[in-house]
């Protein structure tokens, strides 16, 4: 049995047909079970068709799943309410308000991570509250045009507990703005289990971003369990967009196939349904799919998301603008802050050494010789 049999009999079990994927107790099953951290749903979906060797380990990496979402949960929910106290409405974005939307279980949904957007004009006082709330802003390159987030760390029993507060949408100067803050809220729906104040985008809106999201991984790298991938087909990611469309009335596709022409995210939606569509077969994916392929062109955001690195990276560039701008994008890019470069490469050689050893990095990452920087996958 080769990686590719193994994906298909997962992608069979998730559709519903457990005996297809527990019919050989193989090893290489498993790990990929870990791997897209599926433990939890295989165990509810499995039943008694799993063997029971597979089911004990199952069981034992579920478990520490479940730990892990409980007090995750809590956390999403103290920050959310403390950020609405504070007059900063918060807007729940890609794989924690999903889990508690579409799933049957959050632990079904894997994730290292919680996405917060908020307006652009209370990042700061954002930031002041989630310190307030005794989480601990981790060292980033940061800057005004380089990064539009800061990630949170709330320590329990060992576990990190990581929320990402995004004031745009992206970090790419082309995408940032694709979609604000205020368009994301007029249409926001609640998400109850993580509070009062908890909301997140509607599902045609949500769609679009799951299909960015995993369009970005083409070149963004992702870890999980510190195994580094670098694909945009991670089950979680296309389940993701199978449920999605399953929410959707036939009479959504015309909404989402305007509102991806206006964003420029024809081509990105539509490569996402399909390649969901290709491991879950169902007719709402190749109707939305089909809808979308009459509008098909040379939209802006899906060909940036095609380009390789280093094209985005120019893009980015002449997004900017300004010489102004401009000049702080390649200062933050190539000279980012003592902290930064200290936490990064953990040394206390002269500045300058250090500075040159990132250029380094970047002109092999560029080139294709080595993995991006660590992160988790959302």
């Not at 919680?114 to 981790?138: F, K, M, Y």
């Not at 205020?182 to 109850?192: F, Q, S």
């Not at 390649?330 to 250029?359: D, S």
Request: net charge positive.
């Amino acid at each position: 049995m080769n990686g590719l049999d193994a994906k298909q009999l997962l992608c069979s079990a998730l559709a519903g047909d457990s005996r297809t994927a527990f019919a050989i107790p193989s090893s290489e099953i498993l790990s990929l079970i870990l791997e897209e951290g599926l433990e939890c749903a295989f165990l509810d979906i499995g039943g008694a068709e799993i063997p029971p060797g597979a089911a004990r380990f199952l069981k034992q990496a579920a478990l520490g799943r479940t730990m892990w979402e409980l007090r995750h949960r809590e956390v999403v929910a103290t920050c959310v309410a403390e950020l609405s106290r504070a007059g900063i409405p918060a807007i729940l974005i890609k794989g924690t308000p999903l889990a508690y939307r579409l799933y049957p279980r959050p632990t079904h949904r894997p994730r290292a991570d919680t996405d917060i957007l908020v307006r652009p004009a209370d990042g700061s006082r954002a930031r002041h509250v989630l310190r307030s709330c005794g989480l601990r802003e981790l060292v980033a390159v940061g800057g005004e045009v380089i990064s539009y987030q800061t990630t949170f760390e709330a320590e329990s029993a060992g576990c990190g507990h990581q929320l990402d507060v995004h004031w745009q949408i992206n970090n790419s100067q082309l995408l940032a703005r694709l979609f604000t803050f205020a368009e994301l809220e007029r249409t926001c729906v609640a998400v109850p289990a993580l509070g009062s104040p908890a909301a997140t985008p509607d599902d045609v809106h949500a769609l679009l971003i799951a299909c960015m999201h995993r369009a970005t991984h083409k070149n963004v790298p992702y870890y999980v369990a510190g195994v580094h991938g670098h694909h945009p087909d991670r089950l979680a990611w296309l389940w993701d967009i199978r449920l999605l469309c399953d929410r959707l009335a036939p009479s959504d596709s015309d909404r989402l196939a305007d509102l991806a022409r206006a964003k420029g995210l024809v081509g990105a939606t539509c490569d996402g349904i399909r390649a969901a569509q290709a491991c879950f077969p169902a007719a709402n994916l190749a109707g939305h799919a089909q809808a979308l392929e009459r509008h098909r062109g040379k939209d802006a955001a899906s060909h940036y998301l095609e380009q390789p690195p280093l094209a985005q990276q120019w893009l980015d560039f002449r997004a900017l603008g300004s010489a102004r701008r401009q000049a702080l994008y390649l200062k933050e890019l190539f000279l980012p802050g003592e902290a930064y470069m200290r936490k990064r490469f953990g040394t206390k050689a002269p500045l300058a050494l250090l500075y040159l050893r990132r250029a380094f990095g970047g002109v092999t990452k560029a080139l294709g010789l080595r993995p991006g920087t660590r992160r988790p996958a959302p």
